[in-house]
Nanobody, 122 residues
């Protein structure tokens, strides 16, 4: 399973963006729990959000109320929408996957994608 996160870029404070997590051909992301993580320069990786295999969602406190995670099975893609962007959202964002997990917890995922850089600056 190969994952690719995309959708990052240079954003202004207050902007919204949508990150995408796509999988390699033949992989049905609908069976997977997908976690979103981020790592800011010089900081530890931290969790952002998760959508589990039953479509339950979870958001870390730093983004709760500003983020929505959802999957589009027709496009075999999981999205993370992040609104009201702040400079502290600046980080490389990663998606990760594990099959048939019906909860969101921790960072124990089997597959990790390449990140996409989000920079929030005025």
């Amino acid at each position: 399973v190969q994952l690719q996160a995309s959708g990052g870029g240079l954003m202004r404070p207050g902007d919204s963006l949508r990150l995408s997590c796509a999988a390699s051909p033949g992989v049905s992301l609908g069976d997977y729990a997908i976690g979103w993580f981020r790592r800011a320069l010089g900081k530890e990786r931290e969790g952002v959000s998760c959508i589990n295999s039953g479509d339950g969602t979870y958001y870390e406190a730093a983004v709760k109320g500003r983020a929505i995670v959802y999957r589009d099975n027709a496009k075999n893609t999981v999205y993370l929408v992040l609104r009201d962007l702040r400079p502290e959202d600046t980080a490389t964002y990663y998606c990760a996957a594990v099959i048939n997990r019906y909860y969101c917890s921790g960072d124990d995922y089997d597959y990790w994608g390449q990140g996409t850089l989000v920079t929030v600056s005025s």
